[in-house]
Structures are given as structure tokens and as C-alpha cells.
T-cell receptor
Framework: AQSVTQLGSHVSVSEGALVLLRCNYS??????LFWYVQYPNQGLQLLLK??????LVKGINGFEAEFKKSETSFHLTKPSAHMSDAAEYFC??????????FGKGTLLTVNP | DTAVSQTPKYLVTQMGNDKSIKCEQN?????MYWYKQDSKKFLKIMFS???????INETVPNRFSPKSPDKAHLNLHINSLELGDSAVYFC????????????FGPGTRLLVL
């Protein structure tokens, strides 16, 4: 069975500080991993995806994530938070059956 | 150009009514999905169609019936609406072979009174 765990339902950082959002997964097949962002009252937008080509994946808006098989993790980072980064972030796991399994989301707030 | 669009954006209705939500994608994708996002923001897949054929049908009450008239459209009809159906419903599409990157619509916010 596939599952995604996002540690911390709410992360609060100061503007300019490092952003670290944690995601761990469980999969019986080689995983495809995604981070999506949801701004208030909007749909989900793809930030980045891991497809086994490279373990360090760069996405939009300065975000990146590192796939660590030994830790079954795919944490999302950004060196310097901006007010516009405040949103809900979802880690998702895909397999070969069209289905995406989502984590429960992490709300990121950025304080001035 | 909106890639995945949904109508309506907001839907307020009474218990027991029947309503439909429409979704259209202009990305040329073969696969479309319906997701439900509950009040705690948890996203769960409901249905998926590939080239108008149902391929995923999660444990969803049979009051929910998807229909795909063509591969660019996937509609969701809900009969006898209940309070617990209040949620945000997202449509998405993807093209097999592109690592299942799913592109989401803006959502339909359904409130059942």
C-alpha cells in the first residue's frame, strides 16, 4: 500500500528564513513524487516532481526537494522565505496506476 | 488560456437536491480525475477516466456519478445531496507517459445546507 506522511500540519517561518517542509513516503514500487502548492481559494499548482532522473529536483519559485531512498523522504526546501510563499503544500506519491496519493498538507505561514 | 476549467466555481444548495459540476481540459490529455477536498484540506481521489473509460472508482456513494462525453470533458453528477457532501471538488487531467503529472482545475466549492 502506498502512503504519504507530511510531518507538521503547520509550519511558521520569518520572511527570509529557510523553509523546510517534510514528506516521507511508503511505496512497494519505485515512487514518483510530487510537491503541489495551493494558494487560498485556488487549485493545486505543481511545484516540482521526482522521476528518478536526479535526486535533487529544482522547481518553480526557488523551491527544491531532495529524494532520499534510504530515508524514504522527499523534503521540500527554499533558502529564503517570501511573504508570497504562504500557502498549503501537498506532497503526493504516484505509481503506475494513474492514482496520486496525497499527504494531509502543511500550511506554511510567513511572518514579516 | 485556462488549461483545466470547472463550472460552477461556487455551488450552494439544499439537502436532497441534485447538482452537476462540469470540467473541461484543453491540454489534449487522455486521463481526467475528480478529487474531493474536505474541510481539513485532505485530498482524496474519487474517479478517473482514460479516453472516456472509467479506470478508477474509489469507495464513493453511488449518488455520485461521473460522465465523460469525450476525453476533454468529465462531469460529476450528485444525487440527493447530503450535508457531508460539502467540500471542494477538483478536476484534474494528465497524459500517461509524463509521470502522471496531474494538472488541476480551480475547484468547485459545494455547500449543502
Amino acid at each position: 500500500a502506498q502512503s504519504v506522511t507530511q510531518l507538521g500540519s503547520h509550519v511558521s517561518v520569518s520572511e527570509g528564513a529557510l523553509v523546510l517542509l517534510r514528506c516521507n513516503y511508503s511505496s512497494s514500487v519505485p515512487p514518483y513524487l510530487f510537491w503541489y502548492v495551493q494558494y487560498p481559494n485556488q487549485g493545486l499548482q505543481l511545484l516540482l516532481k521526482y522521476t528518478s532522473a536526479a535526486t535533487l529536483v529544482k522547481g518553480i519559485n526557488g523551491f527544491e526537494a531532495e529524494f532520499k531512498k534510504s530515508e524514504t523522504s522527499f523534503h521540500l526546501t527554499k533558502p529564503s522565505a517570501h511573504m508570497s510563499d504562504a500557502a498549503e503544500y501537498f506532497c503526493a506519491l504516484g505509481g503506475s496506476n494513474y492514482k496520486l496519493t496525497f499527504g494531509k498538507g502543511t500550511l506554511l505561514t510567513v511572518n514579516p | 488560456d485556462t488549461a483545466v476549467s470547472q463550472t460552477p466555481k461556487y455551488l450552494v444548495t439544499q439537502m436532497g437536491n441534485d447538482k452537476s459540476i462540469k470540467c473541461e481540459q484543453n491540454l489534449g490529455h487522455d486521463t481526467m480525475y475528480w478529487y474531493k477536498q474536505d474541510s481539513k484540506k485532505f485530498l482524496k481521489i474519487m474517479f478517473s477516466y482514460n479516453n472516456k473509460e472509467l479506470i478508477i472508482n474509489e469507495t464513493v456513494p453511488n449518488r455520485f456519478s461521473p460522465k465523460s462525453p469525450d476525453k476533454a470533458h468529465l462531469n460529476l453528477h450528485i444525487n440527493s445531496l447530503e450535508l457531508g457532501d460539502s467540500a471542494v471538488y477538483f478536476c484534474a487531467s494528465s497524459q500517461p507517459g509524463q509521470v502522471e503529472t496531474q494538472y488541476f482545475g480551480p475547484g468547485t466549492r459545494l455547500l449543502v445546507l
